[in-house]
């Protein structure tokens, strides 16, 4: 492994949190995700972070390319790719660094979420297990959503492209999961429905830690890490 | 220390780079001059390792850029058009984060960020982020970045462009300081900077080499077929006598002085220019003025980008 994807992403997660956009969209989150927490915690109901989870699905549908938007074509576009690709470093570790840098941001987002938890602990036993469960399926769910953000980012130097391609993306393939599995015969159907993410995560909330459901979100996310490298060579040679 | 052999670059149906050779030998200054648009760029980037060439090969200490390409970037230290650097970061934190992408040890990170920050005149910057600088020491941190892991090739793109005239002399007294240790490669299209700080200057113009010397070389050629003009008392006939003089013009001035625009048939300028001096000294005529027209780097510069285009237009190679 080269020792140069650590220092990249370090750079990039510090580079995110000096920025004003960083912290908009950490409090963005918090915002959201802190309000689908108010509305679950009644008193009768089962102490879980269900709701959140499930809210979490969907902000992070708008968080993750707003992550993930500056990752390449900030590159591109401020020109600080050219010192980058001239250092004696591969485009997979650039690819890799800047990856594993917002996965640093994501999980640096998803740590003030650990309050709700403690307030959970504060007000009645909540069940450790689903918790656990979910944050580890929203992590993984991030990671694809970051990867997706990768990908086009580094198709274009526009961040606001990036941003809103990304977010295309996203919607589309959880509207083909969702809504386009109902229109279209087997086995076609059962293939649009295996891209859902929701099941998946409905799983992780429930508790429910599949091998199947990790291996779907780390090599669909690999494979948007691959297709990123391929790009971004591909953009040497032109 | 830097061969491209055949070097071509084609952005489409677009042939930016035509078959460049050249060779640098270590320790040499190469100033590579051209019109914008020219192949320069597109040049320095696959010497830089930044662009593959779609044909031909660059080796830089023999270490070929495409199939060795950690050990190539190992060797060159690159400072790219238009400085690009991180805004957000401080001076010393980007350097110490480059060290750490040329793979540079622990132990000698902090030393050679600090030598470099010494070297560039940047001490009194070192906290400050870089986004706040102003563009000559942006220029400096670029620079002092290109230097970091002491490579034997430097390649600085329009190093002083963009800055003033009080930071374009400190960047010139920089790369002079560095000339001593380094391969250099200065690009730019400021002619007087090259003149004074290259051994050698290469012209591109339309993706191939126009003219490669010293620019006493380049002038002295562009001289030798150049015109003189002397500003005399003497009579035309006194400098017709003259051996391998032609008069190509008189003019004849209200205050009794003649020009004289004159051209050598197969004697260089400077030669005519002795021989028109001798000729007035041994009749005693006064001269005013006596110089050689086409003499500077800048006529030898738009002569040659002149003569590319037109071959370009001709559709000549």
Redesign the interface.
Known sequence: MS??IV??AI?EW??ML??PSGWIVIALYLLLSGIAVAVSIQPGLPASLRQFFGASHLILLVVAPAIAMRLMSEEFR????????????SDWSIILGKYLGGVLFLLTLLAPTLVYVALLEWLSAPDYGPILAGYLGLTLLGMLYIAVGLLISSLTRSTVVALLGTLFALMLIELAAGQGSAHVADPYDRILMALSVRTRLADFAKGVIDTAHIAFFLLTSAWFICLATVATETR??? | MLRLDQIHKNYGAVRAVRGISLEVPRGQIVGILGPNGAGKTTTVRMIAGTLPPSRGTVAVDGFDTLAQTRQARQRIGYLPEGTPLYPEMRVASYLRYRTKLFGLPRGVQRTATERAIERCWLTEMRTRRIGTLSKGYKQRVGLASALLHSPPLLILDEPTSGLDPAQIAQTRKLMRELAGDHTMLVISHILPEVERACDRIVIISAGTIRADGSPADLIRHAAGSGTVLAVCKANPDTLAQIPGLNIKKTNKMDDGWTAFECEGESVPAETLRERIGAACAAQGTAIRELRTVGGSLEEVYIGLIEQSNRDDAEGAP
Do not use: Q
Request: net charge positive; hydrophobic share 45%; glycine share 4%.
């Open positions: 020792t140069s220092p990249i750079r510090a580079a000096r920025t401020a020109g600080t790719i050219e010192p980058l690709m001239a250092a004696p470093i040497r040679w032109r």
